[in-house]
C-alpha cells in the first residue's frame, strides 16, 4: 500500500507489527474473548480475582499468537515431527510417573508447575499427520492411510487410558481431519465408520465405571440426581429459563445460586445462555461458523498440501469444541472435559487456541509463497 | 521440476481438497442448525417449563447421608456404634476472616487451643469443604447460646452428625481399625469407583481394620432432600426425602469377652496373640498391645494426640498381630520335626546323643542346657526343646527342603486375612536371599546359616498370625483355612444375611501318624515338658511349645536410655499351643515383646485365654469386669 509512508518510523513499526495478522481472525477471536470475560465476570461474582487472571491469560496467548503467526509455515512444519514424538514420549512419562489428580493420570511435573502433554497434543498430531501426508504428496497410497491412522491412535489410546475421554476424542478428530483432507476414499471411510461402530461395543467394556454412567445418564438424567446427571439437569434449566432474550447480564440466577457446576469452565456457556438468551446464542453461534469458515477459506487457499491440511484440521477442531461444548451444555452429549473456545476460563486451552488461530494467520499470509 | 502430469496431479488434488472443504463446511453449518434447533426447542418451546423449573429451582438437593452399620462380635456384643451429637461448623468460603470468627466464637462456647489446632488442620487437608467442625460434641447448654447468638455469625452454623463410638475403647483397636475424614486420595479411590455420589454428605470413611476393609457393607446409601432454598442459599422447607439405606451390620468371628481376657492378660506388655478357630479359619481373638482408642479419630484426631500416638517409642499403631515380625525361636520346631518325619529324614525313634554342642564347619553351636540333655529321642526333642537335636535335623534336611515344607503350611507368606496391613515375614531359603541381597557374597548361602534355622533363628521371621495359622493348619491335618475376622453381614433392610463359608486355601498332604505323634509331643510339652508349671493343674488337654527368641541389637545411631535399652535387649517370649488334643477347637500363638523365656511370660498368658475359651474360667480380677460406659448419647442402631 502506502510505500511514502512507510518511511515514517512509527508507521513502519505498526505495519511490522500488524504483518501477517488477519483482521477477520482477530475481530472474530477477540470478540468472542470479550463475550468470554463478560460471561466469566457474571460467574464469578464470588471470586473476581478469575477475571483478572483470565485477562492475563488472554494478554499471553495473544503474544503467543502473534509470534507463531510470524513463523512461516515451512518453519512449522520443521517442528512437526520432534512436536509430536516429545508429545509421545511426555504421554508415556504421564503413564509412567504422572501425579493423579481426581483419579485420573494427566499431569506431569516440570519444576515448580504441572503440565498435561495431552493438550499439546491437540496440535502435535495435527502437525504431524499433515507434514506425514505432506510427504507422500505424489500419490497417498491406501497403506499410507493405514500409517497415518497409527500415528493417530497411539497418542490417543495414551490419553484415553489416562483417562481423559474428552481430550482423547478432541485429538482422534483433529488427526481424523487430516486423514479426511487429505483425500481418503469415501468408500474407505465408509468402512472405518462401519469399524468404528462395531469397534464401541468392546469399548463399551474398557471404559471406566463414572464414564459409562456418564453416558448413560445422558439417556434419562433423573436417575442420578446427585451425581452425572445433576450437571445435566442443571444446565439444562438454566439454558431453557434463558428464553429468547435471555434474562440480561449479571441477572442469571442458576448461575448465582450455584445450580451451575464448573460454571467458569466447561459449563460457561450456561452462564452465558441464561443471561443472553437465543438471541446471544445465535450470534455465538454466527461467530463460531465465521471463526470456522474463515478457517475453511484460509485453507482452501494455501499454497502446500502441509499449510492446507493443517489449516483445514485446525477450523474444523475450533468447529467440534464449540459444537461438543454446547452440545453437552444444552444436553445431547455426553458431559466430556471440553471447554468453549476463547469462553472457558482457563490458561492451557486459551494458549492451545491462540496458537491454533496464529497457525492459521501464518497460512494465510503464505499462501502467495509459491512452493519451490 | 514438475512434470506435467505431476502438476495435473496436483491440480486435481487441491480440487479434490476444496471439495471437501465445501462439504466439510456444509456439515458444519447443518450441525450447528442442529445446536440451534435445540437451542430453539429448550429457550423458545419449552421456555415455560424451565422457566417454572428455574424458579422453583431454588431447590436445592441435599444429601442424607445413611447410618454407618454396627460392628458386632461372635455374640451380638455392639463393638461400634453410632451416636448423633451437634457440632459447630465453619463454611470457609462464607467467612472472611476465619481468626476474627474463631476468636468471637470462643467468648460463647469452649474452643481449647486443639480444637484450634485440627480445624487449621482440616482446613489445609480439604479442599471445597462445604463446613468444617471447629467443635464437636457440643452441650445442650452451647447449643442454646449459639443459637441466641446466630444472627452475629455468617456462615457459621450448628449441625447434628452421626458420629461413630466403640464403647470398648482400646480393646480390639486394630482389628476394628478406625475412621478418618475422607481425603483426597480417598475421594479419588471414591470416583475412580463411581461411587462418589453415594458419598455426598459423608465426611468419614473407614481407614484401617475392619473399618476400612468393609467400608462398603458399612457405609449404606446415601438418600436425598429436595429443599427450597431462598436467593441466599438458606433452607426454607423440604419438599421430598428419599431416605438414606442404612449400612449393613458386619458380625464378627471375635470373642470379644476372650479378647479382653487376652488383653488383660498381657497388662503393660508389650506383644500379640492371635487366636484361630482350626477348622474354619475364624479368628476368635487377634491382640495387639499397647492398643490405642478409636474413639480419639472419631471426629479428626487432634495434632497433639496423633503424635503421641505416632511418637509413643511402645508404636501403639502398630498391628504387631498381622504386621509384627518375630523369629519364631523354639516354636519353630515342632514344624521342623513334623517336616523331617514327612521327609523320612526322622522316624520317632530316631535318637541322638546330645553333648550340649553341635560342631560344623570349624563353628560350635551351644546347647541351651549347659552339658546337653543326653540321649534323645523325637519326643524329648519338643518337650525339652532339645537344640542340638534340631541343629542335626537341619542339617541333614538343608534349607531348600526346610522351605519347600514351611511354605505351604502358611509362613512367610501372608494369609490373607481381611484386614490390610498384613506383614509377608521372611521365609529363609537361597532365593529368598538372592533377592534380598545385592553384593554377591551376601546372596550366597552358607551352609552354617541352615543349622540356626533350625532352632527358629537366622533369617527365621514370622507374624503372629502366620504362627497362629501354621499351627491350626497342622492340627488340622493339613486342611488350611484362610483365617478371617467377619462370620456373617446382616442387611437391615432386607433382612438378608451373607455367611462367609470358610475358605479352604490349600490342603497340604501329611501323614495322619506324624500328625499325631507332633500334637502328643506338644501335649508332652504342657504335661511334663517346658511349659508343664505354666499349666499346672489345667483341666482339659492341651498342646503347646515355648519360644525365645534373640532380640537383635540395637542400632548404633538410636538414642540411649538405659532403662529402655536394657529391657529392648531381653528376649522376645513365645509360645504356641492348641486345645483339646483330641480335636483341636482354637490354635493360637502369643508374643511378649522382651518378656524373656517363653515359659514365663508367653506360656502363663496362653493358659490364661486358654482356662476362658475351654472353661469359662475368667482370671482373677476379670469376674467383675466393668461394662462399657454409656456416655448417654443417642444411641443409632438403625435408621
Same mark, same amino acid.
Given at each position: 500500500m502506502a510505500t511514502m509512508d512507510s518511511a515514517l518510523p512509527l508507521r513502519r513499526i505498526a505495519l511490522r507489527l500488524t504483518e501477517g495478522i488477519d483482521s477477520t481472525l482477530l475481530v472474530l477471536t477477540l470478540t468472542l474473548s470479550m463475550i468470554g470475560l463478560a460471561a466469566l465476570y457474571s460467574a464469578s461474582y464470588d471470586t473476581p480475582s478469575r477475571v483478572a487472571s483470565q485477562v492475563a491469560n488472554l494478554g499471553l496467548a495473544f503474544c503467543a499468537m502473534w509470534i507463531v503467526a510470524q513463523v512461516p509455515p515451512q518453519t512449522l512444519m520443521r517442528f512437526a515431527l520432534p512436536a509430536y514424538l516429545i508429545g509421545l514420549a511426555l504421554l508415556v512419562a504421564v503413564a509412567l510417573a504422572g501425579d493423579v489428580v481426581n483419579g485420573a493420570r494427566r499431569w506431569l511435573h516440570v519444576g515448580v508447575t504441572r503440565f498435561q502433554p495431552s493438550e499439546m497434543m491437540k496440535l502435535a498430531v495435527p502437525m504431524m499427520l499433515a507434514w506425514y501426508f505432506h510427504k507422500r504428496e505424489s500419490g497417498v497410497l491406501l497403506r499410507h492411510y493405514a500409517l497415518g491412522a497409527i500415528l493417530l491412535v497411539v497418542p490417543v489410546a495414551f490419553i484415553a487410558r489416562q483417562p481423559d475421554l474428552g481430550t482423547a476424542a478432541l485429538v482422534a478428530a483433529a488427526g481424523f481431519y487430516v486423514i479426511f483432507f487429505a483425500g481418503i476414499n469415501w468408500k474407505v471411510l465408509a468402512w472405518l465408520g462401519g469399524l468404528a461402530v462395531a469397534g464401541l461395543f468392546p469399548l463399551w467394556g474398557l471404559l471406566h465405571d463414572y464414564q459409562r454412567k456418564r453416558i448413560l445418564t445422558l439417556l434419562d438424567p433423573t436417575t442420578d440426581p446427585l451425581g452425572a446427571g445433576y450437571h445435566i439437569i442443571q444446565s439444562t434449566i438454566a439454558v431453557g429459563s434463558g428464553g429468547l432474550a435471555g434474562k440480561g447480564w449479571l441477572n442469571g440466577t442458576q448461575a448465582h445460586l450455584e445450580f451451575i457446576p464448573e460454571r467458569h469452565t466447561d459449563f460457561i456457556f450456561a452462564v452465558f445462555s441464561e443471561e443472553f438468551g437465543l438471541i446471544g446464542n445465535c450470534v455465538l453461534l454466527v461467530l463460531y461458523a465465521l471463526l470456522v469458515g474463515r478457517g475453511l477459506m484460509i485453507a482452501a487457499n494455501a499454497p502446500t498440501v502441509f499449510a492446507r491440511l493443517l489449516a483445514g484440521s485446525i477450523s474444523l477442531m475450533f468447529f467440534t469444541y464449540a459444537f461438543v461444548n454446547m452440545g453437552m451444555v444444552s444436553g445431547i452429549l455426553p458431559v466430556v472435559g471440553v471447554p468453549l473456545p476463547f469462553l472457558s476460563y482457563g490458561g492451557t486451552a486459551l494458549l492451545t487456541l491462540f496458537i491454533a488461530t496464529g497457525i492459521l494467520m501464518s497460512v494465510h499470509r503464505h499462501r502467495k509463497l509459491v512452493q519451490t | 521440476?514438475?512434470?506435467?502430469?505431476?502438476?495435473?496431479?496436483?491440480?486435481?488434488?487441491?480440487?479434490?481438497?476444496? +471439495? &471437501?472443504?465445501?462439504?466439510?463446511?456444509? /456439515?458444519?453449518?447443518?450441525? #450447528?442448525?442442529?445446536? /440451534? /434447533?435445540?437451542?430453539?426447542?429448550?429457550?423458545?418451546?419449552?421456555?415455560? +417449563?424451565?422457566?417454572?423449573?428455574?424458579?422453583?429451582?431454588?431447590?436445592?438437593?441435599v444429601p442424607v447421608p445413611p447410618n454407618r452399620g454396627l460392628i458386632l462380635d461372635r455374640n451380638g456384643v455392639v463393638i461400634a456404634r453410632n451416636y448423633s451429637a451437634y457440632t459447630l461448623e465453619i463454611a470457609p468460603h462464607k467467612v472472611k476472616n476465619i481468626e476474627a470468627t474463631i476468636d468471637e466464637l470462643a467468648q460463647? +462456647?469452649?474452643?481449647?487451643? &486443639?480444637? &484450634?489446632?485440627?480445624? &487449621?488442620?482440616?482446613? /489445609?487437608?480439604?479442599?471445597?469443604?462445604?463446613?468444617?467442625?471447629?467443635?464437636?460434641?457440643?452441650?445442650?447448654?452451647?447449643?442454646?447460646?449459639?443459637?441466641?447468638?446466630? %444472627?452475629?455469625?455468617?456462615?457459621?452454623?450448628?449441625?447434628?452428625?452421626? #458420629?461413630?463410638? %466403640?464403647? %470398648?475403647?482400646?480393646?480390639?483397636?486394630?482389628?476394628?481399625? %478406625?475412621?478418618?475424614?475422607?481425603?483426597?486420595?480417598d475421594q479419588a479411590r471414591l470416583e475412580d469407583e463411581g461411587v462418589d455420589a453415594n458419598y455426598r454428605g459423608t465426611d468419614f470413611i473407614g481407614k484401617a481394620g475392619i473399618e476400612a476393609s468393609y467400608q462398603n457393607e458399612l457405609h449404606g446409601n446415601t438418600g436425598f432432600e429436595q429443599v427450597e432454598i431462598d436467593a441466599a442459599g438458606r433452607g426454607i422447607r423440604t419438599l421430598s426425602r428419599t431416605p438414606s439405606q442404612p449400612g449393613n451390620n458386619v458380625a464378627l468371628t471375635i470373642d470379644l469377652k476372650l479378647q479382653q481376657v487376652a488383653e488383660n492378660a498381657f497388662g503393660e506388655r508389650r506383644g500379640a496373640l492371635v487366636a484361630i478357630e482350626p477348622s474354619t479359619g475364624s479368628v476368635l481373638a487377634l491382640v495387639s498391645r499397647p492398643g490405642f482408642d478409636p474413639n480419639l479419630f472419631v471426629d479428626g484426631i487432634d495434632p497433639q494426640s496423633w503424635q503421641e500416638l505416632n511418637q509413643s517409642p511402645d508404636r501403639p499403631l502398630n498391628d504387631r498381630a498381622i504386621a509384627g515380625v518375630y523369629p519364631p525361636g523354639s516354636t519353630f520346631k515342632p514344624f521342623l520335626a513334623l517336616a523331617a518325619l514327612e521327609n523320612g529324614k526322622r522316624r520317632p525313634s530316631s535318637t541322638i546323643f546330645d553333648p550340649g554342642y553341635f560342631d560344623f564347619g570349624g563353628r560350635r553351636f551351644r546347647d541351651d542346657k549347659k552339658g546337653g540333655h543326653g540321649t534323645v529321642d523325637l519326643y524329648r526333642s519338643i518337650v525339652e526343646s532339645c537344640d542340638t537335636y534340631y541343629y542335626q535335623v537341619a542339617n541333614d534336611m538343608g534349607i531348600d527342603a526346610i522351605a519347600h515344607f514351611m511354605g505351604p503350611i502358611g509362613l512367610g507368606s501372608r494369609t490373607g486375612i481381611d484386614i490390610n496391613g498384613e506383614a509377608s515375614g521372611v521365609l529363609p531359603s537361597p532365593e529368598w536371599k538372592m533377592k534380598r541381597f545385592r553384593r554377591p557374597e551376601q546372596q550366597k548361602w552358607y551352609a552354617g546359616e541352615t543349622i540356626s534355622i533350625g532352632i527358629g533363628q537366622g533369617y527365621n521371621a514370622y507374624t503372629p498370625i502366620q504362627l497362629a495359622e501354621a499351627l491350626a493348619t497342622v492340627v488340622n491335618g493339613g486342611a488350611m483355612y484362610r483365617p478371617h475376622l467377619v462370620s456373617h453381614i446382616d442387611n437391615l433392610r432386607t433382612g438378608g444375611r451373607k455367611e462367609f463359608a470358610p475358605e479352604l486355601v490349600r490342603t497340604v498332604r501329611l501323614k495322619p501318624e506324624n500328625v499325631e505323634f507332633i500334637k502328643r509331643a506338644m501335649a508332652g510339652v504342657i504335661e511334663e515338658g517346658t511349659a508343664a508349671r505354666a499349666f499346672a493343674g489345667a483341666e482339659y488337654t492341651a498342646g503347646g511349645k515355648t519360644g525365645t527368641a534373640q532380640v537383635i541389637a540395637i542400632k548404633q545411631n538410636e538414642k540411649y536410655d538405659e532403662k529402655r535399652v536394657a529391657e529392648q535387649f531381653r528376649d522376645h517370649s513365645l509360645f504356641i499351643a492348641f486345645a483339646p488334643v483330641e480335636s483341636p477347637k482354637i490354635a493360637l500363638a502369643v508374643v511378649v515383646e522382651n518378656g524373656g523365656f517363653g515359659a514365663r511370660a508367653a506360656a502363663p498368658l496362653a493358659r490364661a485365654v486358654l482356662d476362658y475359651f475351654m472353661l469359662g474360667k475368667?482370671?482373677?480380677?476379670?469376674e467383675a469386669a466393668p461394662a462399657p460406659e454409656d456416655n448417654g448419647a443417642d444411641e443409632d442402631e438403625s435408621d
Open positions: - | 521440476m514438475l512434470g506435467v502430469a505431476e502438476i495435473r496431479n496436483a491440480e486435481r488434488e487441491l480440487h479434490q481438497f476444496q +471439495v &471437501r472443504v465445501g462439504i466439510a463446511a456444509m /456439515a458444519v453449518l447443518i450441525a #450447528f442448525g442442529l445446536l /440451534a /434447533a435445540r437451542f430453539f426447542l429448550l429457550q423458545v418451546v419449552r421456555h415455560d +417449563v424451565y422457566q417454572a423449573k428455574a424458579e422453583e429451582n431454588r431447590i436445592s438437593i460463647i +462456647v469452649d474452643i481449647q487451643p &486443639r480444637d &484450634r489446632a485440627r480445624f &487449621r488442620k482440616l482446613l /489445609a487437608e480439604t479442599r471445597n469443604a462445604d463446613s468444617l467442625p471447629i467443635r464437636t460434641r457440643l452441650s445442650d447448654e452451647e447449643v442454646a447460646k449459639f443459637a441466641a447468638n446466630r %444472627y452475629r455469625f455468617e456462615g457459621v452454623d450448628i449441625k447434628a452428625r452421626l #458420629f461413630r463410638q %466403640y464403647p %470398648y475403647g482400646d480393646v480390639a483397636s486394630h482389628l476394628i481399625g %478406625y475412621m478418618g475424614r475422607i481425603n483426597e486420595a475368667l482370671p482373677p480380677g476379670m
